[in-house]
């Protein structure tokens, strides 16, 4: 598992490195394009080329290079994988990823396979979500103390779940697969009885927190 994790981060930086290697080397296209909405002063089409190919690009290239700063703070080469492939489909969907990883994190707070599991079964949640949502984005926060370790995964969505059955059996908002995955967190959850598991909705975000102590 270690290997195939590590083998996800390099192909996600791969990827990055390539998206930024393509966009310098069509600049130069760019450029002469831009010249010539300025030459004939067609002033709404420079307007509307802009902000709708060199900004929407430019953007999201610059959110994703954002996770990928944050993401070198979390030294557990597994999880780093695992989120790096997340962030990669997500970027594929048109989700905008917010990653805040703000010190190291060096030692899991729980087997590493289980984490692994509850933590792509829970940004995978987020990624269906937000993926329909009218705003697509998603926030994932590891946070880590001398005593204990949150770990947040927020998503946007349109359809409110219901929170008395989301925990039970194979309800699900998105189709049965979501409602399975979520049952095999709290089964994995119950192996750890020093950890916690919030979840609400709050200002139009799905929240799921983890605490391990």
């Not at 290997?3 to 930024?20: G, H, K």
């Not at 087997?111 to 979500?129: P, V």
């Not at 995964?153 to 697969?177: A, C, Q, R, V």
């Amino acid at each position: 598992m270690k290997q195939n994790q590590l083998s996800n981060y390099i192909v996600a930086l791969e990827t990055i490195n390539e998206d930024m290697k393509h966009f310098r080397h069509d600049y130069a296209n760019i450029l002469f394009t831009l010249q010539t909405f300025i030459e004939t002063e067609d002033i709404q089409g420079l307007k509307h080329y802009f902000q709708s190919r060199i900004l929407k690009v430019e953007q999201q290239t610059l959110l994703t290079n954002k996770a990928f700063c944050q993401i070198k703070n979390l030294k557990l080469m597994e999880l780093k994988g695992l989120i790096a492939s997340k962030l990669l489909i997500a970027e594929q969907l048109g989700i905008n990823v917010h990653l805040e990883i703000p010190e190291e994190v060096h030692t899991a707070p729980a087997d590493m396979i289980d984490l692994s599991r509850i933590i792509g079964i829970l940004i995978d949640n987020a990624i269906e979500a937000s993926e329909k949502a009218s705003t697509k984005q998603i926030q994932i926060g590891f946070i880590q103390t001398p005593s204990s370790m949150l770990i947040v995964i927020k998503n946007t969505f349109d359809e409110m779940p219901d929170m008395n059955l989301l925990f039970k059996g194979y309800y699900s908002t998105k189709g049965e697969g979501r409602g399975i995955g979520l049952v095999n967190v709290r089964k994995l959850l119950h192996k750890y009885p020093n950890a916690t598991m919030n979840t609400r909705i709050e200002n139009g975000w799905f929240i799921q927190e983890l605490e391990f102590r």
